[in-house]
Nanobody
Framework: QVQLVESGGGLVQPGGSLRLSCVAS????????MGWYRRAPGKERELVAT???????NYAGSMKGRITISRDDAKNTVYLQMDSLKPEDTAVYYC????????WGQGTQVTVSS
């Protein structure tokens, strides 16, 4: 059974930082391209960042320049470091694993508010 479990979300003030984690089980993690997506209230899910099995990264959208995606294959974990957070970053953040199939986590809420 494949599981992706996100953690690290919460309430943070504008300008603050959060580090999201996603632990995968039931897959050969090192084979998978890992990604972070988000869905803001009233909007569609959008790509935030991806990292390939070889470690190549891609950043998309308005968070570019404020985020870093990384992975630790020994821990089956992908991270998303988010800095200089803005209220418009408020969303549910989802972890994705993509290889021959695509898997999703349940999401973790990030709220940026004073």
């Amino acid at each position: 059974q494949v599981q992706l479990v996100e953690s690290g979300g919460g309430l943070v003030q504008p300008g603050g930082s959060l580090r999201l984690s996603c632990v995968a089980s039931g897959i050969i993690f090192s084979n998978y391209r890992m990604g972070w997506y988000r869905r803001a209230p009233g909007k569609e899910r959008e790509l935030v960042a991806t990292i390939t099995s070889g470690g190549s990264t891609n950043y998309a959208g308005s968070m570019k320049g404020r985020i870093t995606i990384s992975r630790d294959d020994a821990k089956n974990t992908v991270y998303l470091q988010m800095d200089s957070l803005k209220p418009e970053d408020t969303a549910v953040y989802y972890c994705n694993a993509l290889f021959t199939r695509s898997y999703w986590g349940q999401g973790t809420q990030v709220t940026v508010s004073s």
